[in-house]
């Protein structure tokens, strides 16, 4: 079964205004007008490109028609974005997501995680990080992320909604400990206005490309030998590939 990429970037010279202001709560008129032509946009795409004409069974129309009154009566912006959102998550198709711009300031919760099996391991830790302070380490397994169990199932809804959809100010970590006893952790998020993406969108995604280019040399397996006595090997995540081991 062949699936179709659906990256819905709904009007793309409009959207750089969502990202001003998807960074304040206050729904505006144009806001709320906005957040309904991204979702006639998204409901009119996955009809036209969807790869199943039945929509998995999915009472299509009748959840386009919820969305819009949920639109109509949301309070943030972030309210009404998650609507489209929800919207095509109810087709449980981890191919079909709305992407949105880049915002005009940089989010970061210090930390990174990820699948490890069944079970949500620390993978990265930000130096100076307020992770890194309250005693988070790489190596650390992550049980629930504001009270929500992780799991392979869910992880990537859970990353998509904390990271992309509603970024929170911090997030309260349930971690394993030692002899099956549990820990809480509540680290506190990193909010940095950008200096790039203010004025255009096209220079928000070079901006996305560079980092995603940057972080990749910056978490790349390292060595240097000194004679024969003397191997240095620096691994910034325990997770890498070969080809990076093999990179100098």
């Known amino acids: 079964m062949s699936y179709k990429r659906l990256w819905l970037l709904a009007l793309l010279g409009a959207l750089f205004g969502l990202s001003v202001a998807l960074h304040s709560q206050t729904l505006t008129k144009s806001d709320r007008e906005l957040a309904e032509s991204m ?5 009119a795409d996955v009809r036209k490109h969807y790869y199943d004409p039945k929509l998995h069974g999915v009472d299509w129309q009748s959840r386009v028609q919820q969305a819009e009154k949920n639109i109509a009566t949301a309070q943030s912006v972030s309210d009404a ?3 489209v959102a929800a919207l095509l998550d109810s087709l449980h198709d981890s191919h079909t997501a ?3 711009p880049p915002r005009t300031h940089i989010h970061d919760y210090g930390f990174q995680m990820e699948m490890f ?3 949500c ?7 100076g990080s307020d992770a890194e302070k309250k005693g988070l380490k790489p190596g650390d ?4 992320v504001n009270e929500y169990p992780v799991s392979r ?3 990537r809804r859970i990353v998509y909604i904390f990271n992309v959809l509603r970024p929170q100010p911090g997030l309260r970590l349930t971690l394993a400990g030692v002899n099956g006893h549990q820990r809480q952790l509540d680290v506190s998020a990193k909010f940095q206005v950008s200096d790039v993406n203010r004025y255009f969108l096209h220079q928000g995604i070079n901006v996305r490309v560079r980092d995603a280019e940057a972080e990749r040399l910056l978490l790349r397996a390292r060595y240097f030998e000194k ?4 191997l240095v090997v620096k691994i910034p995540e325990f997770e890498f590939s070969a080809s990076e081991w093999t990179t100098s």
């Open 227 to 230: 004679g024969d006595d003397l």
């Open 39 to 43: 979702l006639r946009a998204a409901d």
């Open 98 to 100: 709305i992407v949105l």
């Open 117 to 119: 099996g069944d079970r």
């Open 81 to 83: 974005v998650s609507e």
């Open 121 to 127: 391991f620390v993978f990265r830790v930000r130096s």
């Open 141 to 144: 397994e992550i049980l629930a």
């Open 153 to 155: 199932k869910n992880f």
